[in-house]
């Protein structure tokens, strides 16, 4: 009975004016048999001139639900489909992915020659643009600034010639969010200059509070919303401990133990610390590797990420500027050597592992210091006070997830976003699933409130938080007398305490903002 049932609601999905335009492009076009989960009804919902809101994790398939809609002529809208992404290297695999399938896509961006862009203005002002343009990729910066082109979609949509504005990476929307940009949000102004378009948001990464963002600020209240779970199953999740001066080698040695020969990303957090990760992985390590930051020439930064998909690199070596929208199926290993700033960035970043469904691991070096690096860019970065509290929210979340040994990684992550997962269904594919320790609980109220006394106490002087520890320890060094620091009540209160658990104190006092 279910599996009529489930054959009949199938069959629901291509009862449409369009279904058997959509059948034959997606057999003869794009080469494929059959839809994964939500992609059909994404497609019919905009084919039938709605607004839709896609949330699918990376990999599942979000760019069919729009590269596919561009060419079918039967639906409620028709004419160019226009595609705003805030990437280059995204837009440029995505138009050289579309070309290879016959199918009539251009870019659009700051980098495009005089040549290039008026070419496009005039087809776009064609009889039938549609014949010449089927997908135009462009930037936010040029719908939210360039009036030219905003004014030439203005004429498409008078003359019924605008079939979809689709917004990829749809999370850049909201200021809730990880990867928050000021001329994303200005993309709801587009939206009211073209009324009667359907819009297309796009994303793999959005909590229930981004996503609501999201729709308000587009002006797409209305939308129909298609999510999917976000669990990952062919992944493994691990944190390990970061070793500091050995860092490089706990790396190299990861990778040659357990990935050797294969593709991988390794993410830093800054550019120096890229280049001197790839520079050490090659010529100490023979891993062929290179690095790829926002600092390197547009022109090498393509080469570098071409010389990975075509593997003459097998492992790369970046900053956070690298990845969105990329699509390498057999990535089997993601690499963090640095703390991301949000348990959605992180989701996002080792979702790039494993697209093809095999087996990869994604793994996080973490120690303490780094949070406190991160901490401290947030307070010295850009931003109002508001934002700035945003952001060492996403953070604390972030190093609890790494700080908690015993609770599934899946069930912490997807728990994250709203889902609900229940650890059996890990299968060991994380390492506290897989890890045969056992933990007991201990009160730690008195030691906690020793330390905020302690904090009081110094918190005039210029001391730093692992003064503070050392104090708490029992270390008598030369700061510490010179301040008349060992005299003071609390100096020995953590003595029993090894380091690792009191660096968890402190991380978890400072990030619940006690200190």
């Known amino acids: 009975m279910q599996s009529q049932a489930d054959d009949a609601d199938l069959e629901a999905h291509f009862r449409f004016p369009w279904s058997i335009d959509v059948k034959k ?175 297309m948001a796009l994303t793999a990464t959005a909590t229930e509070n981004v996503m609501l963002d999201v729709i308000h600020n587009l002006g797409i209240s209305g939308c129909e919303v298609f999510t999917r779970s976000f669990n990952r199953q062919n992944l493994f999740y691990e944190v390990r401990e970061k070793s500091g001066k050995k860092d490089v080698e706990a790396v190299a040695r990861l990778i040659k133990e357990k990935h050797d020969g294969q593709t991988g990303i390794v993410y830093c957090l800054s550019r120096k610390n890229c280049e001197d990760m790839a520079a050490a992985l090659s010529t100490q390590y023979n891993i062929k590797s290179y690095h790829y930051h926002a600092g390197m020439d547009p022109a090498d930064k393509s080469e570098v990420q071409r010389a990975w998909q075509e593997g003459r690199y097998k492992v790369i070596v970046a900053t956070i500027a690298f990845g969105m929208g990329i699509d390498k199926p057999d990535v089997r290993f993601v690499i963090h050597n640095s703390l991301p700033k949000s348990l959605e960035g992180y989701y996002q970043e080792t979702g790039r592992a494993g697209r093809d469904g095999k087996h990869s691991g994604c793994y996080l070096f973490y120690n303490y210091s780094d949070a406190q690096k991160l901490r401290r860019m947030i307070d010295d970065g850009e931003g109002g006070r508001e934002q700035k509290q945003r952001q060492h929210e996403m953070l604390r979340r972030m190093i609890q997830y790494c700080e908690n040994k015993s609770d599934c990684r899946r069930v912490q992550v997807l728990q994250y976003f709203s889902e609900v997962f229940h650890r059996d269904a890990c299968q060991a594919q994380c390492d506290n699933c897989n890890s045969e320790s056992r933990f007991e609980t201990e009160d730690f109220t008195d030691l906690a409130k020793q330390a905020v006394e302690l904090v009081r106490n110094v918190a005039s002087q210029k001391v730093t938080v692992l003064h503070c520890m050392d104090l708490l320890r029992g270390y008598a060094n030369k700061k510490a007398k010179d301040l008349n620091h060992n005299t003071l009540p609390q100096f020995g209160a953590a003595a029993h305490l090894n380091r690792e658990n009191l660096e968890r104190l402190f991380s978890s006092l400072l990030s619940e903002d006690v200190l």
């Open 25 to 199: 492009t997606l057999r003869e076009r794009f080469r494929l048999k059959g839809f994964r989960e939500n992609q059909l009804q994404a497609i019919n919902a905009t084919l039938g001139g709605k607004d839709v809101f896609v949330l699918m994790p990376t990999g599942g398939g979000k760019s069919l639900c729009y590269q596919l809609p561009s060419l079918i002529e039967t639906g409620k809208t028709r004419g160019v489909t226009v595609v705003v992404s805030p990437l280059l290297s995204l837009m440029e695999d995505q138009v050289q992915h579309l070309r290879r399938l016959q199918i009539q896509a251009f870019l659009l961006n700051g980098e495009s020659t005089a040549i290039q862009k008026r070419e496009i203005m005039e087809a776009l002002n064609e009889d039938n643009p549609q014949e010449i343009i089927q997908c135009l990729y462009v930037t936010p910066e040029m719908v939210s600034k360039n009036q030219n082109m905003m004014q030439s979609f203005e004429r498409l949509n008078a003359r019924k010639q605008l079939a979809r504005l689709v917004i990829d990476e749809a999370h850049c929307v909201s200021q809730w969010g990880h990867d928050f940009r000021p001329d994303y949000k200005l993309l709801g102004d587009v939206r009211r200059r073209l009324p009667g378009v359907p819009v």
